[in-house]
Nanobody
Framework: VQLQASGGGLVRAGGSLRLSCAAS????????MGWFRQVPGKEREFVAS????????DYADPVKGRFTISRDNAKNTVYLQMSDLKPEDTAVYFC??????????WGQGTLVTVSS
């Protein structure tokens, strides 16, 4: 499956952004879809995930209550709605797909910059 992420940009602290990840190549039934982020010099970290079929979601503690992951079956797209953004949310955000028990497919990153 090929993943194309978009929606990053520059926003002030307290603002909102919505990231999109369009998937192509196959249906996502049975997959988990996720968002990760990475700051230069640090390891990539998990942000949120959603099981495509059930819609069950999971979030990293730093983003709980501020970020929402969702999916659009018709568009084969997963979204990350980010609200109340903080400077520490600044990172390159990646979407990923997990067909079994590993995050095997990755999209290119999209940069989110939050100014204070």
């Amino acid at each position: 499956v090929q993943l194309q992420a978009s929606g990053g940009g520059l926003v002030r602290a307290g603002g909102s952004l919505r990231l999109s990840c369009a998937a192509s190549g196959r249906t996502l039934s049975g997959f988990a879809m996720g968002w990760f982020r990475q700051v230069p010099g640090k390891e990539r970290e998990f942000v949120a995930s959603i099981w495509w079929s059930s819609g069950v979601t999971d979030y990293a503690d730093p983003v709980k209550g501020r970020f929402t992951i969702s999916r659009d079956n018709a568009k084969n797209t997963v979204y990350l709605q980010m609200s109340d953004l903080k400077p520490e949310d600044t990172a390159v955000y990646f979407c990923a797909a997990k067909p079994s028990n590993r995050w095997d497919n990755w999209g290119q990153g999209t940069l989110v910059t939050v100014s204070s």
